[in-house]
């Protein structure tokens, strides 16, 4: 089993790709992780991550674990009339090959559940991303003071073709 720890200065100046195994032909590229530092007593916060399948076939997010809580979860926002929504989004995030994902703020997101202490800034939060046809890949967000975006964020309201299209019912 392969298993490539992606540290934060690789992950954030240029990815960490997972190669597939057993002829799986999948790549995938992580950039920028991230996450926001939570306040005491918050239940849950948000991990952001850009996942590029450089491989030639599809693969697909299913998930993902964390040691700092005992449930991370997939979820989407989506404008509901004039109510913002968010769900979470069974079936996982589908990688088409060639292309980009981004969980943003606003969009696709990991939720880590049932924080049993908060996310402090500064003191990255280490997350396995769990892929369909990828071996499991471990990186770690990087954590900005609460309410912020990296620097150049380019993730605010950006959703790549067909994010919102998984066919899952909240729509």
Do not use: Y
């Amino acid at each position: 089993m392969l298993l490539i720890s992606a540290p934060l200065s690789a992950a954030h100046h240029g990815g960490a790709r997972q190669e597939g195994m057993a002829g799986q032909a999948s790549s995938i590229e992580v950039a920028h992780p991230w996450a926001r530092a939570t306040p005491p007593g918050a239940g849950a916060g948000g991990g952001f991550v850009t996942l590029t399948n450089h491989g030639g076939g599809d693969d697909m997010l299913l998930g993902a674990t964390s040691p700092i809580t005992e449930r991370v979860e997939i979820h989407i926002m989506e404008m509901d009339g004039d109510v913002m929504r968010m769900a979470p989004l069974p079936g996982g995030i589908e990688l088409p090959a060639g292309e980009s994902v981004t969980l943003a703020p606003g969009g696709l997101h990991l939720m880590l559940m049932e924080l049993g202490s908060p996310i402090v800034e500064g003191e990255p939060v280490p997350v396995t991303l769990e892929f369909q046809h990828a071996e499991p890949m471990e990186i770690e967000l990087q954590v900005l003071p609460v309410g912020a975006s990296p620097e150049g964020s380019h993730h605010e309201g950006s959703h790549p073709k067909g994010a919102h299209d998984h066919g899952h019912a909240t729509h």
